[in-house]
């Protein structure tokens, strides 16, 4: 599309809008997503809480990113230390309480909370330290991301590998095994050293490939459920120098042009976005590949995000209209490559954090699905992903693809050198658009293990027993060791509820 029709047809929507509209759809939040908020507790809490626990909230309710899983709890404990972890267990077991363990809440589907549950909130927990010699950062599990990276900036290293965005905690990052931008290295597992752990009875161990390396295993995208991760030692690298290498593709070429990727290794780090406009949907890409550009990056703060307001208004307008998806796919293409300057340092392109996806919007929110297919599979599970969100009219705001890799830990997604497609569906909080997201969710993992892949389960609770089974087929082992390091199911959550009694 000429981009003087593009300035005219948004030039239209401007004054068709008007200002109050415009004010609405780029403003920021003015609170967090929740809904559905009647929720009733089966358990009152006490009235007050001794003055060695330190309680956030008495009661009430919790919530994940996403606002449509409100769930009622005992309380909330704000955690600063491992003695406070130990009143904490030792009050659970005496009011015979269920523990979760919560940090950014960016999981979606109560991975972090259940009914009545003593929730920790470990964000407070959050000490770090680097050996910049051996490379190596010790950090509390309650740190952020967006935090590690503004520390480790001055030691001219960065991680090597974390999730997209940088506001989910160490804890909650080892306990999905998220996976980032580094093709190479793929998820969180491949640069954890060691780990301490606390027990359900208040007990520290330490955990590596080496030392009690079972409990390793299932700890480690493990959602919580075996223990409190106290702290993590993980293995960083230097914070180089890259230049973005962007190219516009037809989703056909998309395996000869990775191939050429990895073929390079000056290229480290990738992803790639499909057109989710109805005049190409999934059937263009932009690659991001980004190239070393000389040594160490130069030491200077990392800048936050640039034109939030404005990415935000475009971003609500394909929320609300084809014409809004069009105009943002075109920006993407043609108006983002301005916002960054580049070479940029490897810790600067990590440094994101999305606050344009928040907003005002009512009744309306987004959740995140991922799902893996071999990488010889990507081409015809992209043709069937088409097929299912069409059929269904599921409005989807993001569509990217990553590099994961097999990790020996339990509950591993990838049996190999896979791909990651990662979804962002969009939709109105009432019951037709959840059923349409939910099936959509099912025949998206049906179609993935058709190809030989998997999902993720960091997510809505909406598959079942048998697809989990069938994706993770150590899930009974898994189970089985749950019960055995915590034999009274001291650790809970709405997940673990779901389907780890069935």
Same mark, same amino acid.
């Given at each position: 599309m000429p981009i003087f029709i593009i300035l005219l047809v948004l030039a239209i929507i401007l004054v068709f809008l008007g200002i109050r509209e415009i004010y609405y759809l780029s403003s920021d939040p003015k609170r967090e997503k929740d809904f559905f908020p009647h929720i009733h507790h089966k358990r009152k809490p006490i009235d007050e809480a001794?003055?060695?626990?330190?309680?956030?909230?008495?009661?009430?309710?919790i919530n994940d990113v996403t606002g449509v899983n409100r769930t009622a709890v005992y309380g909330i404990l704000q955690i600063t230390s491992e003695d406070e972890l130990r009143n904490a267990l030792h009050f659970a077991r005496e009011q015979q309480l269920p523990v979760s363990i919560a940090g950014a809440k960016h999981s979606m589907g109560g991975q972090e909370f259940a009914t009545d549950a003593l929730v920790l909130d470990m964000r407070g927990f959050n000490h770090m330290s680097v050996d910049a010699k051996s490379k190596i950062l010790t950090v509390q599990s309650g740190a952020v991301w967006h935090h590690i990276l503004e520390y480790l900036n001055p030691y001219s290293l960065a991680v090597e590998a974390m999730q997209s965005f940088d506001l989910p905690t160490v804890g909650g990052t080892i306990s999905v095994n998220a996976h980032g931008v580094d093709y190479r290295i793929g998820g969180i597992a491949a640069t954890i050293q060691s780990l301490r752990l606390m027990l359900a009875d208040g007990s520290i161990q330490t955990l590596s490939r080496q030392e009690n390396s079972e409990l390793f295993q299932a700890v480690v995208g493990g959602y919580g459920l075996f223990g409190i991760i106290l702290e993590a030692q993980l293995t960083l690298t230097e914070n180089l120098s890259y230049t973005e290498v962007r190219s516009i593709i037809k989703?056909?070429?998309?395996?000869?042009?990775?191939?050429?990727?990895?073929?390079?290794?000056?290229?480290?780090?990738?992803? @790639?976005?499909?057109?989710?406009?109805?005049?190409?949907?999934?059937?263009?890409?932009?690659?991001?590949?980004?190239?070393?550009?000389?040594?160490?990056?130069?030491?200077?703060?990392?800048?936050?995000?640039?034109?939030?307001?404005?990415?935000?208004?475009?971003?609500?307008?394909?929320?609300?209209?084809?014409?809004?998806?069009? %105009?943002?796919?075109?920006?993407?293409?043609?108006?983002?490559?301005?916002?960054?300057?580049?070479?940029?340092?490897?810790?600067?392109?990590?440094?994101?954090?999305?606050?344009?996806?928040?907003?005002?919007?009512?009744?309306?929110?987004?959740?995140?699905?991922?799902?893996?297919?071999?990488?010889?599979? +990507?081409?015809?599970?992209?043709?069937?992903?088409?097929?299912?969100?069409?059929?269904?009219?599921?409005?989807?705001?993001? @569509?990217?693809?990553?590099?994961?890799?097999?990790?020996?830990?339990? %509950?591993?997604?990838?049996?190999?050198?896979?791909?990651?497609?990662?979804?962002?569906?969009?939709?109105?909080?009432?019951?037709?658009?959840?059923?349409?997201?939910?099936?959509?969710?099912?025949?998206? +993992?049906?179609?993935?293990?058709?190809?030989?892949?998997?999902?993720?389960?960091?997510?809505?609770?909406?598959?079942?027993?048998?697809?989990?089974?069938?994706?993770?087929?150590?899930?009974?082992?898994?189970?089985?060791?749950?019960?055995?390091?915590?034999?009274?199911?001291?650790?809970?959550?709405?997940?673990?509820?779901?389907?780890?009694?069935?």
């Open positions: 001794p003055a060695y626990l330190p309680f956030s909230q008495f009661g009430g309710t989703t056909q070429d998309f395996p000869a042009a990775y191939a050429r990727i990895v073929s390079d290794p000056s290229y480290h780090l990738f992803y @790639a976005r499909m057109s989710t406009t109805p005049s190409s949907f999934l059937k263009e890409m932009i690659v991001y590949v980004y190239k070393v550009a000389g040594g160490l990056a130069p030491v200077k703060p990392l800048e936050p995000a640039k034109l939030v307001q404005l990415t935000r208004f475009v971003f609500n307008l394909g929320r609300k209209s084809y014409l809004g998806r069009e %105009l943002k796919w075109w920006a993407e293409k043609n108006i983002e490559p301005l916002l960054q300057a580049y070479p940029a340092s490897r810790n600067q392109i990590m440094y994101q954090s999305y606050a344009y996806l928040k907003n005002n919007l009512p009744h309306n929110t987004d959740v995140l699905q991922e799902y893996f297919v071999p990488q010889d599979q +990507i081409l015809p599970f992209i043709q069937g992903l088409g097929d299912i969100l069409q059929k269904l009219g599921v409005v989807t705001r993001n @569509a990217e693809i990553r590099t994961v890799h097999k990790e020996n830990i339990l %509950l591993d997604y990838a049996g190999g050198d896979w791909f990651g497609i990662v979804l962002y569906p969009n939709f109105n909080v009432d019951e037709r658009d959840m059923r349409k997201v939910s099936e959509a969710h099912s025949q998206l +993992i049906d179609l993935a293990q058709s190809l030989g892949g998997s999902f993720y389960l960091p997510y809505q609770l909406d598959t079942t027993k048998a697809q989990i089974d069938k994706s993770y087929p150590e899930f009974g082992t898994f189970l089985e060791l749950k019960k055995k390091y915590d034999a009274d199911l001291l650790f809970t959550s709405e997940f673990y509820k779901k389907y780890g009694t069935i």
